[in-house]
């Protein structure tokens, strides 16, 4: 994307958070610093968090008596800001603008680079999983990380060219894809669409990193703290719906067909709205990554943290 980062769902996110003098608020997904500096701006103390070494450059000029950037995941939040210490966390979801622009990192199926989707330096790359991986998991990752139907014939076709010529390129991997797929036909979406995402979140593990971040959150929230969370895709969303109805206690009551569910523990949180609430069509026009974005927020209650919840 072209022209300054911008924040998707800003001013919803403040008017959420309520950042303000006094308080505390972990940004944990700092990226260019969009919403830390807008807590900044309201006169809050920032934790941020991003285990993205290239975000150091966007926290230079900070006031380090009010804000400090760790280099980790935010499910760590727990361990650096401690039980019930901060006011409100923030987490904005999956790959940044700036790593997709930059074709180095090998996110975009847009843009030649190779084949790495690692948010952090460490561990197994895209072209790892792509190469390594065998047929059926490979599409196992593609089904449940891309909802990605096809996921079999593209797993297969992968596996008998890469005992040929192994995948190292982004463009490489999406061609091959579109290619097996059977090209585009006028379709708005690009066929490697799930398929990179499938890749990026296997990389990341984020899914996991996001249920661990929730749970964290949950700890390090004080009474009357909240919650805001933006997701871009389903599979973020429906993890966060489900943590958050199960802590407000909304879980399905029971009926005659079903047996009523044994009471849970104490709400630990309470829904700040009802729903998901997406961006207007004014910042949807003016920043497209906006398009499958929600927020879903929420206040902690004094209950304590859940423990062993399902």
Do not use: C
């Amino acid at each position: 994307m072209n022209g300054p980062h911008v924040s998707v769902l800003l001013s919803e996110v403040v008017q959420a958070l309520e950042p303000a003098p006094g308080k505390t608020i972990v940004d944990g997904t700092f990226g260019a610093g969009g919403y830390a500096r807008a807590f900044l701006a309201a006169g809050a103390t920032v934790i941020a968090f991003d285990r993205d070494p290239a975000a150091r450059h966007f926290a230079e000029g900070l006031d380090p008596s009010r804000f400090r950037l760790v280099e980790a995941p935010f499910a760590g939040m727990h361990d650096v800001a401690g039980p019930a210490a901060v006011d409100g966390v923030a987490l904005d979801l999956g790959v940044s603008s700036m790593q997709l622009d930059e074709a180095a990192r090998g996110f975009s199926f847009m843009r030649d680079g190779p084949l790495d989707m690692r948010m952090g330096a460490a561990g197994r790359t895209a072209a790892d999983l792509v190469n390594g991986e065998e047929p059926a998991e490979l599409a196992r990752i593609l089904f449940v990380y891309g909802e990605e139907r096809k996921s079999r014939r593209i797993a297969g076709a992968i596996a008998r060219r890469r005992a040929e010529q192994p995948f190292t390129r982004t463009l490489e991997l999406a061609e091959f894809i579109e290619h097996v797929l059977g090209g585009r036909r006028g379709a708005k979406v690009h066929p490697a669409t799930r398929a990179f995402q499938a890749l990026r979140i296997a990389v990341n593990d984020e899914l996991s990193e996001l249920e661990r971040g929730l749970a964290a959150a949950e700890g390090s929230l004080k009474a009357g703290g909240r919650l805001a969370v933006v997701t871009f895709h389903s599979l973020e969303d429906r993890i966060v719906k489900a943590f958050l109805t199960l802590r407000a206690g909304k879980s399905p009551a029971g009926s005659r067909h079903r047996p009523q569910v044994a009471a849970g523990p104490a709400p630990s949180f309470e829904l700040l709205f009802n729903g998901a609430r997406a961006p207007s069509e004014a910042e949807v026009k003016a920043n497209p990554r906006a398009r499958s974005a929600k927020l879903r927020a929420a206040v902690r209650t004094a209950a304590p943290v859940w423990r062993n919840a399902a």
